[in-house]
Every structure is written in C-alpha cells, then in structure tokens.
C-alpha cells in the first residue's frame, strides 16, 4: 500500500532526520518500531524485499530505511517499487537519498504526499 512508503530527498540531514523522527513517533504508538536500515548496493535488492516482505514476531511496526536511494540499479529499483506496492499493514520503507531524484518506478510507488525534498 503506497500509504506507508516514503522517500526523502535532497542535501538537508537536519531536515530528513527531523522527518523521521516525526515518522518514528507516529509509528511507535507507546513503543518504538523494529528498525533496519541498508545502504543502496550494500545488500541484494531480493533480499532487502523478503526481509520487508517477511512478517516480525516482536514488534508490531516495522520501519525499514533504505540509504543513498540513488544508487539502486534499474533492476533493484523495479524490485524495491513492486515490493513497496505490496506493503503489509505493519510495515513502513523509507527511501532516502541526498540527491533530489531516485528512479521514477521507486517514485510512482510512493504516494506524492509522501515524498519530502
């Protein structure tokens, strides 16, 4: 559900750190959500999709942040945005990139009011 992916772009750390706090709190609901986080490249993009894919036994949110959004290569990033098409309920993914544009299939799978530059 394009609801719960994001993607926060541009040069501004201050901005998109204060951006994901405001996230973390609204997702924590009295409890901080399960985090994991991966540079662009740093993990295979099938497996940074079963992870996301995959349900937690121990949190009842889970936020996934993928770093230097940029960098994912075509085939990853039409992997990442079919497997952000199909979010489960407790799940949230965050693209984030210092650049002000990441690949247009990651962006039509976010919903535009999600997007912060």
């Known amino acids: 559900m394009q609801g719960r992916a994001y993607i926060f772009l541009g040069p501004e750390i201050g901005e998109k750190e204060e951006a994901?706090?405001?996230?973390r709190s609204r997702l924590g609901g009295g409890e901080a959500p399960e985090?994991?986080?991966?540079?662009?490249?740093e993990a295979p993009?099938?497996?940074?999709?079963d992870r996301?894919?995959?349900?937690?036994l121990f949190s009842?949110?889970?936020l996934f942040l993928i770093?230097?959004?940029?960098?994912?290569?075509?085939?990853?990033?039409?992997?990442?945005a079919s497997c952000?098409?199909?979010?489960?309920?407790d799940t949230f993914v965050v693209l984030v990139s210092g650049e002000t544009k990441i690949d247009a299939r990651l962006e039509r799978a976010v919903d535009?009011?999600?997007?912060?530059?």
């Open 84 to 89: 952000l098409e199909q979010l489960q309920d």
């Open 52 to 56: 996301i894919r995959n349900g937690s």
């Open 35 to 41: 985090e994991s986080s991966w540079y662009a490249g």
């Open 20 to 23: 994901l706090a405001e996230l």
């Open 67 to 80: 770093k230097s959004a940029e960098g994912l290569k075509k085939d990853d990033a039409e992997l990442l």
């Open 45 to 49: 993009a099938a497996l940074i999709c």
């Open 112 to 117: 535009p009011k999600n997007k912060r530059i």
């Open 60 to 62: 009842a949110r889970r």
